[in-house]
């Protein structure tokens, strides 16, 4: 079957750096993306990823390794607006999205 | 600006009775999708659609039903045969072809009292 495994919660404090990891098995691969949700509301686009490497976009940054089957976002400078869950999906080679169930990210002062 | 809107934001529903979430997008984006989201879970495709008049089941079709009359709406319904739809339910659009960005409406809440 096809598995998305993200940390369910974790806690970071205010100007800090973390990292939510997100490690995959696919049927196929065709990119993998980062998305983030506020509480009831819609996910909203941070990053695309289908080759290795690592992609920077201000204060938040994603790796990918296809041979490890792994991703991270990495936020740094946090702020308490980043209080969020992130959404890691995988792009199948049906290009079907396979979702991961998210990380509940708590900012504390 | 252009964007998507999900209607109702919050719906409360009795056992039995139908209901219908509309989702409407002026991106001109071709494909829509309908996910439901409940916690501890990743997104489930219920209906996608690629073109007008024409849409596919997805992973939880079952109890469900959506048309595509018009390339800028794509209303879902909720049945009857749906055993458990208390849940958060998210309308998305993107263009087609490889790997496309999804634009997600507010969603819309179902409560089944």
């Known amino acids: 079957g096809q598995n998305i495994d993200q940390p369910t919660e974790m806690t970071a404090t205010e100007g800090a750096i973390v990292q939510i990891n997100c490690t995959y098995q696919?049927?196929?691969?065709?990119?993998l993306f980062w998305y983030q949700q506020h509480a009831g509301e819609a996910p909203t686009f941070l990053s695309y990823n289908v080759l290795d490497g690592l992609e920077e976009k201000g204060r938040f940054s994603s790796f990918l390794s296809r041979s490890k089957g792994y991703s991270y976002l990495l936020l740094k400078e946090l702020q308490m607006k980043d209080s969020a869950s992130y959404l890691c999906a995988v792009l199948d080679s049906n290009y079907q999205l396979i979702w991961g169930a998210g990380t509940k990210l708590i900012i504390k002062p | 600006d252009g964007g998507i809107t999900q209607s109702p934001k919050y719906l409360f529903r009795k056992e039995g009775q139908n209901v219908t979430l509309s989702c409407e997008q002026n991106?001109?984006?071709?494909?829509m999708y309908w996910y439901r989201q409940d916690p501890g879970q990743g997104l489930r495709l219920i209906y996608y659609s690629q073109i007008v008049n024409d849409f596919q089941k997805g992973d939880i079709a079952e109890g469900y039903s959506v048309s595509r009359e018009k390339k800028e709406s794509f209303p879902l319904t909720v049945t009857s045969a749906q055993k458990n739809p208390t849940a958060f339910y998210l309308c998305a659009s993107s263009t087609l072809g490889g790997a496309n960005v999804l634009t997600f409406g507010a969603g819309s809440r179902l409560t089944v009292l």
């Open positions: 991106l001109n984006h071709d494909a």
């Open positions: 696919t049927s196929g691969f065709n990119g």
